[in-house]
């Protein structure tokens, strides 16, 4: 435990940031899991708006600084290919 009071806060501070980027990072596992089991299902309406809202949520993730650029692009593309296959 620090003593000191800046690194006190410092410290709530990071654990606060860790659980709002982890319900973050799950929301987007959920939202590209989605896209999958709507290919799997052959429904392309729900595929393509899984797929829109997969794509925003991957976005935002690179602006917040939870994903790297060249795993959502890699991310983007996979999903975008499985929906125009159906």
């Known amino acids: 435990m620090a003593n000191i009071k800046g690194q006190m806060k410092r410290n709530l501070q990071n654990e606060k940031r860790r659980l709002a980027n982890a319900a973050f990072r799950s929301g987007l596992k959920s939202a590209i899991k989605d896209v999958e089991t709507?290919?799997?299902?052959?429904?392309?309406?729900?595929?393509?708006?899984?797929?829109?809202?997969?794509?925003?949520?991957?976005?935002?993730?690179?602006?917040?600084?939870?994903?790297?650029?060249?795993?959502?692009?890699?991310?983007?593309s996979r999903l975008a290919k499985l929906v125009n296959e159906l």
């Open 38 to 76: 709507a290919v799997e299902n052959n429904d392309k309406e729900n595929a393509i708006i899984a797929l829109s809202f997969a794509s925003k949520k991957l976005d935002k993730s690179i602006s917040k600084g939870i994903s790297q650029k060249n795993y959502v692009a890699r991310q983007k």
